[in-house]
């Protein structure tokens, strides 16, 4: 028997560090996954209430998350190697045309 | 300490430690691994959490799917030159000091609202299976799964028309 604080925290350890490693990398697929990182740890928060409540919706609801995930995962990653194609690069410090 | 949290804690540290792994490793391929396992590891948790469904999607979709795609991709483009220049050191310090007060106002939030915390135990054996979920699925939320159909469609599309050549 674990307390479902245990989770939260553990949830919002790993949401902070996905959260820090879009702010530090510069690598666009490195961000990415930071990105991913962040979904996973919304997600362990969704289960562990709905193990607390006792209500399927929140498992139903990190089913609809991992859909749109792989959806996000396929655009994103056709975007990148667009990018790269234009550019020869994924820094994302170079990819800056649009600045003002 | 009882068994479940020593299993707890000890499954807590390798999936912080792989986080942490993604977020320092210089190599784009170590960084995908690391987050394999950090994802195999939240499956893990869905086990203990009564969610044995979306654990198994966890593994084939997110661990497998998904982190073969980022790999493929990876390798497309070739980890010798998705080498980047170092980061700014500013932009490190602020980045962490940011994380640190997300995480503590994360923290400062639930302990406020969460006082009488309930224990996470077993439930019935139904609740999370196929079964449940299925059922779930196709009376309550029919319609978001119809629209989750158009949503991978629309998805696929978009990455055949971005990446082709032409």
């Given at each position: 028997?674990?307390?479902?604080?245990?989770y939260?925290?553990?949830?919002?350890?790993?949401?902070?560090?996905?959260?820090?490693?879009?702010?530090?990398?510069?690598?666009?697929?490195?961000?990415f996954?930071?990105?991913?990182?962040?979904l996973?740890?919304?997600?362990?928060?969704?289960?562990?209430?709905?193990?607390?409540?006792?209500v399927?919706?929140?498992?139903?609801?990190?089913?609809?998350?991992?859909?749109?995930?792989?959806?996000?995962?396929?655009?994103?990653?056709?975007?990148?190697?667009?990018?790269?194609?234009?550019?020869?690069?994924?820094?994302?410090?170079?990819?800056s045309?649009?600045?003002? | 300490?009882?068994v479940?949290?020593?299993?707890?804690?000890a499954?807590?540290?390798?999936?912080v430690?792989?986080?942490?792994?993604?977020?320092?490793?210089?190599?784009?391929?170590?960084?995908?691994?690391?987050?394999?396992?950090?994802?195999?590891?939240?499956?893990?948790?869905?086990?203990?959490?009564?969610?044995?469904?979306?654990?198994?999607?966890?593994?084939?979709?997110?661990?497998?799917?998904?982190?073969?795609?980022?790999?493929?991709?990876?390798?497309?483009?070739?980890?010798k030159?998705?080498?980047t220049?170092?980061?700014?050191?500013?932009?490190?310090?602020?980045?962490?000091?940011?994380?640190?007060?997300?995480?503590?106002?994360?923290?400062?939030?639930?302990?406020?609202?969460?006082?009488?915390?309930?224990?996470?135990?077993?439930?019935?054996?139904?609740?999370?299976?196929?079964?449940?979920?299925?059922?779930?699925?196709?009376?309550?939320?029919?319609?978001?799964?119809?629209?989750?159909?158009?949503?991978?469609?629309?998805?696929?599309?978009?990455?055949?028309?971005?990446?082709?050549?032409?």
């Amino acid at each position: 028997m674990i307390p479902i604080s245990y989770y939260i925290i553990l949830s919002a350890l790993l949401f902070t560090i996905g959260a820090v490693c879009v702010l530090i990398r510069r690598n666009a697929i490195i961000i990415f996954m930071g990105i991913e990182l962040m979904l996973n740890a919304a997600n362990l928060a969704f289960v562990a209430f709905a193990n607390q409540h006792q209500v399927l919706s929140g498992q139903i609801f990190v089913f609809f998350v991992m859909t749109v995930a792989a959806a996000e995962v396929a655009i994103g990653l056709a975007l990148i190697v667009t990018i790269f194609r234009s550019k020869q690069s994924i820094d994302v410090d170079q990819i800056s045309s649009l600045k003002g | 300490m009882s068994v479940d949290l020593i299993f707890f804690l000890a499954l807590a540290i390798v999936a912080v430690g792989a986080a942490l792994g993604l977020l320092f490793s210089r190599n784009a391929v170590y960084a995908a691994l690391f987050l394999v396992l950090n994802f195999i590891t939240v499956a893990v948790y869905y086990l203990l959490l009564n969610a044995p469904f979306l654990a198994m999607a966890q593994v084939t979709v997110y661990a497998g799917a998904i982190m073969v795609l980022f790999l493929f991709v990876i390798m497309l483009l070739g980890t010798k030159k998705l080498k980047t220049r170092g980061e700014h050191l500013w932009q490190r310090r602020l980045a962490i000091g940011l994380g640190v007060i997300l995480f503590a106002e994360i923290a400062a939030l639930f302990l406020a609202k969460g006082q009488n915390v309930l224990m996470v135990g077993d439930i019935g054996s139904k609740f999370g299976s196929p079964e449940g979920i299925g059922i779930e699925l196709f009376t309550q939320y029919l319609l978001p799964f119809e629209i989750t159909s158009i949503l991978l469609l629309v998805g696929m599309i978009g990455a055949i028309v971005l990446t082709k050549d032409d």
